[in-house]
């Protein structure tokens, strides 16, 4: 029996994936996010503390969150309840919740509950988990993907502190690819050289377990092609076995609203180079076009204006242009249409007049139309003098009169003023020449 079961966990090991096998025991073997974990810094002197509140971790995927709650329980010797949000109900948190009942009254140690996911609960599920945050029953880490802000309801957010984790930079993966060859027991069966790096970079972008995911896929392919059990990993293997753009880009996440932000930030920041390349960012992750292009026209309005009116009559040609021809050319008319809004010179005074008008619309609140500026068009309208006075600019020499056209309680409010660019600076020149001359 004992042969047995000693076999039968030799399986178990051997049947586990290379990143379970690498999974960090400790804060030592714990790579990246040194603001977290490094030495001195906050949750490494909670822990040394032996004092944990309840937080939420939020990062991409693969960056340690599950890892790290497991690393505290074990050091700080707390009991580990873990549930995953995808697959689980009230009926489910219940259970636990009385477990940790239990458990905290035999020993009095909080228990950590583990929530994988967080985000996806519902708000019920949420205010179930608040009542047992609250009462001190649990010590609740939470994992999300997602920004908390959006996704967790008000009262938990505020008992939590969030955490943000990154991205593993290259030198980080690169240290743990390293330790999984040169410590795991089945990698070291064979005689493995990394000749290049770049593809298993590249293919993994910051996340570890997809870095040895790829790693373990290759050997394990590799190995039945290779003589004397010697395997080189190059470039053109991992992308051969791949054969897929690992894209982060998601239309209905954070990261469609960051990557769009950027887009016309760097419109307005007038570089061309970023502009195209966050455009790329979202036509490879399958961004609608007709998405980009309204929001080419909004950028040629708020951002250029005045400044090159031109470039709002462009913005519309490439969104019929896109609504006619489709994808994949589609992407040229774009990258015309981005690079020329990011060369042109900039101006939001058309959105800061219509900022200052509408913000005295609020306070003035509906003030009369001048007399001489209604429409007479009956009899009896007439009879009220309305149009009374008004000045037919085209009866006049250069096709202007000066006249009020505001009401009497605002009539010298100016909303509009011109910035400091040759368009703005020609049209402000003529307003002065009309409307100051004696």
């Given at each position: 029996?004992c042969?047995?079961?000693?076999y039968f966990?030799?399986?178990q090991?051997?049947?586990?994936?290379?990143?379970?096998r690498m999974?960090?025991?400790?804060?030592?073997?714990?790579?990246g996010?040194?603001h977290l974990?490094?030495?001195?810094s906050?949750?490494?002197r909670?822990i040394e503390?032996?004092?944990?509140?309840?937080?939420?971790?939020?990062?991409?995927?693969?960056?340690?969150?599950?890892t790290?709650?497991?690393?505290?329980?074990?050091?700080?010797?707390?009991?580990?309840?873990?549930l995953?949000?995808?697959?689980?109900?009230?009926?489910?948190?219940?259970?636990?919740?009385?477990?940790?009942k239990d458990?905290?009254?035999?020993?009095?140690v909080?228990p950590i509950?583990?929530?994988?996911e967080?985000?996806?609960?519902?708000?019920?599920?949420q205010?179930?988990?608040?009542?047992a945050?609250?009462?001190?029953?649990?010590?609740l880490?939470?994992?999300t993907?997602?920004?908390?802000s959006?996704?967790v309801?008000?009262p938990?957010?505020?008992?939590c502190?969030?955490?943000v984790?990154?991205?593993?930079q290259?030198?980080?993966?690169l240290?743990?690819?390293?330790?999984a060859?040169?410590e795991?027991?089945?990698l070291r069966?064979y005689?493995i050289?990394?000749?290049?790096?770049?593809?298993?970079l590249h293919?993994?972008?910051?996340?570890?377990r997809?870095?040895?995911?790829?790693?373990?896929l290759?050997?394990?392919?590799?190995?039945?092609?290779?003589?004397?059990?010697?395997i080189?990993?190059?470039?053109?293997?991992?992308?051969?076995?791949?054969?897929e753009?690992?894209v982060?880009?998601?239309?209905?996440k954070?990261i469609h609203y960051?990557i769009?932000?950027?887009?016309i930030?760097s419109?307005?920041g007038s570089?061309?180079?970023a502009?195209?390349?966050?455009?790329?960012?979202?036509?490879?992750?399958?961004?609608?076009?007709?998405?980009?292009?309204?929001?080419l026209?909004i950028t040629a309005?708020?951002?250029?204006?005045?400044?090159?009116?031109?470039?709002?009559?462009?913005?519309?040609a490439?969104?019929?242009?896109?609504?006619k021809?489709?994808?994949?050319?589609?992407r040229?008319?774009?990258?015309?249409?981005?690079?020329?809004?990011a060369?042109?010179?900039k101006s939001?005074?058309?959105?800061?007049?219509i900022e200052n008008?509408?913000?005295?619309v609020?306070?003035?609140?509906?003030?009369?139309?001048?007399?001489h500026?209604?429409?007479?068009?009956?009899?009896l309208?007439?009879?009220?003098?309305?149009g009374?006075?008004?000045?037919y600019?085209?009866?006049y020499?250069?096709n202007?009169?000066?006249?009020d056209?505001?009401p009497q309680?605002i009539k010298?409010k100016?909303f509009w003023?011109?910035?400091?660019?040759?368009k703005?600076?020609?049209?402000?020149?003529?307003?002065k020449?009309?409307?100051?001359?004696?």
């Amino acid at each position: 029996m004992c042969l047995f079961y000693t076999y039968f966990r030799m399986a178990q090991v051997m049947n586990r994936s290379l990143a379970e096998r690498m999974r960090p025991q400790s804060l030592n073997d714990f790579f990246g996010q040194k603001h977290l974990v490094g030495e001195g810094s906050i949750l490494r002197r909670m822990i040394e503390g032996e004092y944990i509140s309840s937080f939420i971790l939020w990062g991409p995927p693969g960056v340690g969150k599950t890892t790290l709650a497991r690393i505290i329980s074990n050091q700080m010797n707390i009991p580990f309840f873990m549930l995953s949000a995808v697959n689980s109900g009230l009926k489910d948190i219940g259970k636990v919740i009385d477990k940790a009942k239990d458990v905290r009254f035999f020993n009095g140690v909080r228990p950590i509950l583990f929530i994988d996911e967080i985000h996806r609960f519902s708000k019920s599920q949420q205010d179930f988990l608040l009542t047992a945050v609250e009462d001190r029953t649990i010590i609740l880490i939470g994992a999300t993907t997602e920004n908390p802000s959006f996704e967790v309801i008000r009262p938990l957010l505020s008992r939590c502190q969030v955490y943000v984790l990154k991205n593993l930079q290259n030198e980080d993966l690169l240290a743990l690819m390293h330790k999984a060859l040169k410590e795991d027991n089945q990698l070291r069966k064979y005689r493995i050289e990394v000749a290049e790096t770049t593809a298993l970079l590249h293919f993994a972008n910051g996340d570890a377990r997809k870095l040895l995911n790829i790693l373990e896929l290759v050997v394990e392919v590799e190995k039945g092609r290779v003589e004397e059990s010697s395997i080189i990993i190059t470039n053109s293997i991992v992308g051969n076995y791949l054969q897929e753009n690992f894209v982060a880009y998601d239309k209905g996440k954070e990261i469609h609203y960051d990557i769009i932000s950027a887009f016309i930030k760097s419109i307005r920041g007038s570089d061309p180079d970023a502009a195209v390349y966050w455009l790329a960012r979202m036509i490879a992750g399958g961004e609608d076009p007709k998405f980009i292009a309204r929001r080419l026209i909004i950028t040629a309005s708020e951002d250029i204006g005045l400044a090159n009116p031109f470039a709002l009559l462009l913005a519309n040609a490439c969104f019929d242009a896109v609504n006619k021809i489709g994808m994949p050319e589609s992407r040229i008319v774009l990258a015309e249409t981005t690079i020329y809004l990011a060369t042109c010179p900039k101006s939001n005074s058309a959105y800061e007049a219509i900022e200052n008008a509408l913000e005295e619309v609020t306070r003035s609140g509906s003030l009369f139309v001048p007399s001489h500026l209604r429409n007479a068009s009956t009899q009896l309208m007439k009879d009220l003098n309305y149009g009374n006075g008004y000045k037919y600019a085209h009866d006049y020499e250069n096709n202007f009169v000066q006249q009020d056209f505001l009401p009497q309680e605002i009539k010298d409010k100016k909303f509009w003023f011109a910035q400091k660019n040759p368009k703005e600076l020609r049209m402000q020149k003529q307003m002065k020449n009309l409307w100051e001359r004696d």
